[in-house]
């Protein structure tokens, strides 16, 4: 039988997710029956035909490779895949053309998948390191974007930062960020993981130079998978210093068509693909092309409006007990991402356990209690959440 189609607010594709609200999609997302019908295919063509089962595959790859160009507005050859986020941070860190004294700028409070192979970079390749403060960002995000400018004045090679912040659900100003960086001549990177998929991206509005995101978030695929934006014209100059045996041109010849073409001086291509060098995970990305067919269906901007509908109910209840919200007031910096200080007489851990007990999955990164819906939590679920919380603090408080 065939499966539902996606509808906003309703879980039929996941018929087996166990929790009441499941509000822990910027953690990992629970597979949909489309995309366990994916992985299930697969695994059942690779145990019928080998490595017969590959080649439909190839296609698959090219055609998902599209899509997700698609999602953030870029071009099919500014897509390459990685193994997870960090790969894709990771993969430009060691390749751009640096020079001994380049400043990379950070932010303070990011989650360290973008900050931890800048700092190995700059330990490699001799690159100075320059601090901002994420919490900058917050309120009217003048004060960041200030303090980023006077920063980029003094001359700076790349800024990396988060598309949303994952403690805080704070969505940053990509287009006045990547404004700034242009104007004063350098390069944007942004880890897209906690927005890609929920939260609409662009990377050509936003002029962003690379882009990684993993696929288990709000792609709602499975780990194991991520992709990473290239600016084609950044591509061209990058040190393929990550390249393997799958990233030349022409590689697979010397597999298919006889003898006297096993070389290894073949170019590196100078595309987003060079970082795959070796074989690749089929199911993971046969995963991703069913989910994002989920997402593409319903469209990121209208699961974008869901999210912040279910948000909009479930807030005003948080705040007035005595939760203090985290979401900014100001509609842009918005995510799917709500996130709230517990009241002062209560702990987060056997708070977070407690709704847990009842059902809620959530999660507590850095101190915030995190609630983060996708496009199948209904907008009523926030009632069933409010009263978990209920019982929660009434257990809690000895009640
Ligand atoms: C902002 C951010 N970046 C990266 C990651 C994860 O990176 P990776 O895909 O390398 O595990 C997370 C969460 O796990 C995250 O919240």
Avoid at 124 to 145: I, T
Wanted: hydrophobic share 45%; glycine share 10%.
């Amino acid at each position: 039988m065939l499966d539902p189609a996606p509808r906003l607010g309703d879980r039929s594709l996941f018929p087996t997710l166990r929790a009441r609200a499941y509000l822990n999609h910027a953690a990992i997302s629970p597979a949909s029956t489309r995309v366990q019908a994916a992985v299930s295919e697969l695994v059942a063509d690779y145990a019928a035909r080998g490595v017969e089962a590959l080649f439909p595959q190839l296609e698959q790859r090219e055609r998902l490779r599209g899509q997700l160009a698609e999602l953030v507005g870029a071009h099919r050859e500014e897509i390459g895949y990685v193994a997870n986020t960090t790969a894709g941070v990771r993969a430009v860190a060691l390749c751009v053309p640096w020079s001994a004294g380049d400043t990379v700028v950070l932010l303070r409070g990011e989650f360290p998948a973008n900050v931890t192979p800048w700092q190995r970079a700059a330990e490699l390749f001799d690159l100075r390191l320059r601090w901002l403060e994420v919490s900058d960002f917050h309120g009217s995000a003048g004060d960041g974007l200030a303090r980023l400018e006077a920063v980029l004045r003094e001359g700076v090679r790349l800024v990396a930062v988060s598309a949303v912040q994952f403690q805080t659900g704070l969505r940053m100003p990509l287009e006045e960020i990547g404004a700034l960086c242009r104007a004063h001549g350098a390069e944007l990177f942004v880890d897209g993981i906690q927005g890609c998929g929920a939260t609409p991206i662009d990377v050509a509005t936003a002029h962003i130079d690379y882009l990684s995101c993993g696929s288990h978030k709000w792609l709602m695929g499975l780990e194991g998978l991520a992709f990473l934006y290239v600016r084609a014209e950044r591509a061209a100059v990058l040190r393929p210093v990550v390249a393997g045996w799958l990233s030349h041109e022409e590689g697979l010849r010397f597999l298919f068509e006889g003898a006297g073409h096993l070389r290894y001086d073949r170019p590196i291509r100078a595309r987003a693909d060079l970082v795959e060098g070796g074989a690749m995970p089929g199911t993971v990305l046969l995963a991703l092309d069913a989910s994002l067919g989920l997402l593409h269906q319903l469209t990121v901007p209208a699961i974008f409006e869901h999210l912040q509908a279910y948000h909009d109910r479930l807030e005003p209840g948080l705040r007035q007990r005595g939760f203090a919200s985290e979401r900014s007031p100001v509609r842009a910096q918005r995510s799917g991402i709500l996130s709230v200080l517990p009241p002062k007489d209560v702990e987060l851990a056997p708070l977070h356990a407690a709704l847990g007990r009842r059902g809620i999955s959530c999660s507590m990164p850095d101190g915030r209690l995190r609630f983060a819906p996708h496009w199948p939590n209904a907008l009523t679920e926030t009632d069933e959440v409010l009263t978990a919380i209920d019982e929660a603090l009434a257990e809690l408080r000895g009640g």
